[in-house]
Nanobody, 118 residues
Framework: QLVESGGGSVQAGGSLRLSCAGP????????MAWFRQASGKEREGVAT???????YYADSAKGRFTISRDISLNTVYLQMDNLQPEDTAMYYC???????????????RGQGTQVTVS
């Protein structure tokens, strides 16, 4: 099971770092991703890191968010800088999917952590 942490409330322009821990998985073989879902909107992909460490971002995240991983800790991070009110959403991590895949195409999914930007 994946467990997210690090969410919270920040003012616009602030930063947060989300973590996703999943000690049962080998993070150097799985594609990992962060998704988010704002109230009344569909869940969308934010960032992905593949088994080689290559990263991919949604246009809304480019230049502000950074996905990374620590294989020794079985943890994936999402560093979010210059947060804006439109980034307010529940953020979820997922494992074992494909680049560009939807939430439901990932085999392992977390319960989410709330991010609120005012």
């Amino acid at each position: 099971q994946l467990v997210e942490s690090g969410g919270g409330s920040v003012q616009a322009g602030g930063s947060l770092r989300l973590s996703c821990a999943g000690p049962r998985y080998s993070y150097d073989t799985y594609c990992m991703a962060w998704f988010r879902q704002a109230s009344g909107k569909e869940r969308e992909g934010v960032a992905t890191i593949d088994s080689s460490g290559a990263t991919y971002y949604a246009d809304s995240a480019k230049g502000r968010f950074t996905i990374s991983r620590d294989i020794s800790l079985n943890t994936v991070y999402l560093q979010m800088d210059n947060l804006q009110p439109e980034d307010t959403a529940m953020y979820y991590c997922a494992a074992d999917g494909v680049i560009g895949g939807s939430w439901y195409e990932y085999n392992y999914r977390g319960q989410g952590t709330q991010v609120t930007v005012s």
